[in-house]
């Protein structure tokens, strides 16, 4: 694993990188790998090591160390220009709870990925589309469900020059530039080629940087633009600096450093391909970025976030830019930092937590009486009315609230009296209450509509 260092920078004001064309009312999608390159050899030149600088990086075919373009971070999240080949993710490994989801997100509309998410793409692990959300200021792939704010905007701010003698201003002009929320900012990995060249070169890339904190970055700085305060640093090793989920899953699952045909490397800076580069132009997901020189020189470099075919890790180059004779070296950095996609085809297994489903009770409604023309009817003897013999029952008056919850156990009992036969024709037969006999245990009840039916 080779040495790595993560800087991060937290701009105190508004930056200026303007496009490659120059457009003062634009400004670039990113600082690139080249301008930073401009800058870190300024340093190195105020700090009296320009020589060894240039040594160690443009002026060797094998450079001790390559670095990253700026991309922007906010709080503990940073973003990067995902793999070409990989982006929009894979529909295999788009899911969501809610199929609106799958549709409704516009992966296309998100320049800039949390590295975490692009992690998650590389290991082969799902990713819940209902929690991004791309920012159309930024073009920043936000969480959904976390309250976030746009990491930084476009600004144009308008200035013009004042004749001190005549008290009257020329021309009004316009510069774009680009503000960050608080807690926001750019950040950088430096790769280092070994543990020997990290000793020599990585207390100097930190003294370059602080460095550069003072004096600023990218244009307008003589009106105070490109400030920030003092940089952040993060020893590691590389990729774990940065992918720590994926490095670990590397050491797991075994990863092959040797050369292999048509391996796919990920582009984190600019890429100008070198003689011992094998890329395989044929292969791979890539893009061109023209970038303009003093002389209006146009220089094309493979842009970030692109994916070359290679058999071997790529170099990369600085291109001498200057023209004519006698002049000194101008150089525009090509030098690449890239990652070697995994080429796993199935995603790395998790452990997976089985709950236990809940035993399932099923109640039963209680079982009503049976009815219906089927159930038999007791026989119940039903009395001659017109029998002389037949005892007349006269119940006395009982409240209301008594008769209903009185019960009559011996009908025998209850005094009678005689009726002549001459009562009996001069007044109609009273009514007989029958009572019926009661069910016992486990005897169905029968219901009173089909008793009387019967009789």
């Not at 401009?38 to 090591?49: E, G, H, P, R």
């Not at 894979?90 to 516009?106: E, I, Y």
């Not at 045909?261 to 132009?281: E, I, K, R, T």
């Not at 049976?370 to 029998?387: K, L, N, R, T, Y």
Request: aromatic share 8%.
């Amino acid at each position: 694993m080779q040495p790595a260092v993560l800087i991060r920078l937290r701009p105190a004001g508004p930056w200026r990188y303007g496009p490659g064309d120059g457009g003062q009312t634009r400004v670039d999608s990113l600082f690139r790998s080249d301008r930073l390159f401009s800058a870190l050899t300024q340093a190195a030149k105020q700090l009296a090591f320009l020589e060894e600088w240039l040594d160690a990086t443009a002026g060797s075919s094998s450079p001790a160390l390559a670095f990253s373009s700026l991309y922007p971070f906010q709080g503990d999240v940073l973003y990067v220009t995902p793999p070409a080949n990989l982006w929009p993710p894979p529909p295999a490994l788009v899911t969501s709870p809610s199929p609106v989801f799958l549709t409704k997100v516009r992966w296309n509309a998100a320049y800039f990925v949390p590295v975490s998410l692009v992690e998650s793409i590389l290991t082969g692990q799902k990713v819940l589309a209902d929690q991004w959300a791309p920012d159309p200021e930024s073009a920043c792939l936000l969480r959904r469900d976390r309250p976030s704010t746009t990491p930084f905007r476009t600004v144009v701010r308008t200035g013009a020059a004042v004749d001190r003698i005549t008290k009257q201003s020329s021309a009004a002009h316009s510069f774009a530039g680009v503000e960050f929320e608080p807690g926001a900012g750019l950040w950088t990995v430096v790769q280092f080629a070994d543990e020997t060249t990290s000793q020599v070169w990585n207390e100097r890339i930190k003294g370059m940087f602080r460095l550069l904190a003072d004096t600023g970055l990218g244009g307008r700085r003589s009106v105070g633009w490109g400030q920030m305060e003092a940089p952040e640093f993060e020893d590691g090793g590389w990729p774990a600096v940065l992918f720590p989920r994926l490095a670990r899953a590397l050491a797991k699952n075994g990863t092959s450093d040797d050369a292999q045909a048509g391996s796919l490397y990920w582009m984190l800076s600019l890429f100008s391909p070198a003689a011992a580069d094998a890329v395989d132009w044929s292969g791979g997901d890539y893009k061109l970025v023209e970038r303009n020189t003093i002389s209006g020189k146009q220089v094309r470099l493979v842009a970030e976030g692109s994916v070359v075919a290679a058999s071997a890790a790529p170099v990369g180059k600085a291109i001498d830019i200057a023209e004519g004779e006698g002049r000194h070296p101008v150089y525009k950095s090509g030098i690449a930092l890239s990652l070697k996609l995994p080429s796993w085809p199935e995603p790395i297994p998790e452990e997976a937590t089985i709950e236990p489903v809940p035993e399932i009770v099923v109640i039963e409604p209680p079982e009503e009486p049976a009815q219906g023309p089927d159930v038999p009817v007791p026989e119940v003897p039903v009395p001659d009315i017109h029998d002389p013999d037949l005892p007349i029952v006269v119940a006395e008056a009982e409240p209301q609230a008594e008769a209903e919850n009185s019960e009559v156990e011996n009908p025998q009992e209850i005094p009678q009296t005689e009726a002549t036969s001459q009562d009996l024709e001069a007044e109609p037969p009273p009514e007989v209450e029958q009572t019926e006999p009661e069910a016992e245990a486990g005897e169905e009840p029968a219901g009173t509509e089909e008793s009387n039916d019967a009789v």
